[in-house]
């Protein structure tokens, strides 16, 4: 799909310690309000393959969207982040005024 692969052009842009919502990738992909597509693209991912950065879209509300149909992929996705440097509170939320991708 067309633009799945927009999708995953973008995301592999964002940098190493640092996050997108899935959001914000519909609106910078031209996919305005459509947030779930972006979430869609991404579930379709190999967790283990690294080479599309799913990991570092979350949420709107700086969080991971865990889901039992990821098959544990919620826990790896914040391991990850939190090996790049990504810092989360005590309730789980990541601070996106700090780590927020802001694509130039």
Not at 8 to 37: E, H, M, W
């Amino acid at each position: 799909m067309k633009s799945y692969q927009t999708i995953y052009a973008l995301v592999s842009q964002i940098p190493k310690g640092k996050v997108a919502t899935y959001g914000q990738i519909a609106d910078l992909c031209g996919l305005f309000g459509k947030a779930r597509l972006v979430g869609y693209a991404l579930f379709r991912l190999d967790p283990g393959e690294l080479e599309i950065p799913w990991h570092r879209v979350i949420n709107a509300k700086g969080e991971i969207s865990y889901s039992p149909r990821r098959q544990g992929a919620d826990h790896l996705q914040r391991q990850l982040l939190t090996a790049e440097g990504i810092r989360f509170d005590a309730q789980g939320k990541v601070n996106l005024t700090e780590y927020r991708w802001e694509f130039s």
